[in-house]
């Protein structure tokens, strides 16, 4: 069986976990797949790769393929995007960390906050946790900074007091004194925040290995998600994520293996998630796309889960 090269691009963090299994355990390779995974500095450098073809799968928000779906993505794509989930990846606990010192949300009042990019992914998550603590838009300034590692370096350095974080990012704030003000987990009983997306065009000329790769990487999350692989599974995302000091694993473990704020079994979509992902858009888009609408049948814009059922019927060549 020839090889077929498969190029990913993820956000870095723990959820990659089922990833790193995969290829570690072999589950690529026995469905023929060579799998590159790169991370991504941010949510619009990692549309535009996705466009241009640079990759073909990326591991990306929920929102990220909504928002440039609708045409109110953050980069220019130089044309209409074709993307579409094709599998969830987690829950997510999205964490409103705040500076050494900042115990309440009140406290932000009139400072400078750090996102990614401010009208996709998770920043309508952001400004719905500062809303319900009484803080609306123009109380406090956001700036683009970019993926959650680079947030929490410029959390740390002083260049703003307060971002999201997921984890492993979440826990290493902590260690340096930083304080979780509110999680997307405590507020929300349902949030799809991780799916797998790509682009139609390419799924449809290759079908067959998207196919393959969603089988594998499902391999990879049961094997994850079994509590006796715990210890190899913490050894793998120690090993491919060094910055995680050795004591933390544990926490970021919790977090990661429980599906209220982490890898959802099956890689499932939450039909109640992506309803809460829409709902935040469509009540914050219009301050940063005015005249974005929602359609009431709107979601086979987003979501094909064809080759994820077929996926489920197949067997290891």
């Known amino acids: 069986m020839s090889t077929r090269k498969l190029a990913l691009i993820c956000f870095p963090g723990a959820p990659n976990l089922p990833l790193f299994a995969a290829e570690a355990r072999g589950f690529f390779e026995t469905f023929g797949l060579e799998v ?31 928002a440039y779906c609708r045409g109110d993505g953050a980069a220019d794509l130089g044309g209409e995007a074709d993307f579409f989930a094709f599998m969830g990846a987690t829950r997510i606990e999205l964490a409103l960390t705040a500076a050494p010192g900042i115990e309440r949300i009140d406290q932000l009042r009139g400072q400078t906050l750090g996102m990614d990019a401010l009208n996709t992914g998770f920043a309508f998550v952001l400004y719905d946790l500062l ?9 406090y300034q956001m700036t683009a900074v970019g993926a959650t590692p680079q947030r929490l370096q410029a959390l740390l350095e002083g260049q703003c007091v307060a971002t999201l974080t997921i984890e492993p990012f979440t826990a290493q704030a902590r260690a340096h004194g930083c304080s979780v003000l509110a999680t997307s987990s405590e507020t929300y009983a349902h949030y799809q925040g991780g799916v797998f997306a790509a682009r139609r065009s390419w799924a449809t000329a290759n079908a ?23 210890d190899a599974a913490g050894a793998i995302l120690g090993s491919r994520m060094p910055q995680i000091r050795t004591e ?29 992902v829409l709902a935040l858009r469509n009540r914050f888009a219009s301050a940063s796309a005015p005249g ?4 009431p049948d709107e979601l086979a814009r987003y979501v094909d889960l064809d ?8 067997t290891p060549p």
């Open 36 to 66: 590159c995974l790169s991370t991504t500095p941010s949510s619009s450098w990692q549309a535009r790769e996705l466009m241009n073809g640079s990759f073909h799968i990326a591991g990306t928000a929920f929102d990220n393929v909504v």
């Open 131 to 139: 809303e319900r603590a009484g803080l609306a838009r123009e109380d």
């Open 208 to 230: 067959d290995t998207l196919v393959a790769f969603i089988r594998a990487y499902l391999m990879g999350l049961r094997w994850c998600l079994d509590e006796r692989n715990r």
């Open 248 to 276: 933390l694993i544990p926490r970021v473990l919790d977090k990661l293996l429980d599906a209220r704020t982490g890898l959802t079994p099956e890689a499932m979509l939450d039909s109640a998630g992506v309803a809460q």
């Open 292 to 295: 974005t609408a929602a359609l």
């Open 307 to 314: 080759y994820y059922h077929r996926a489920l019927n197949l």
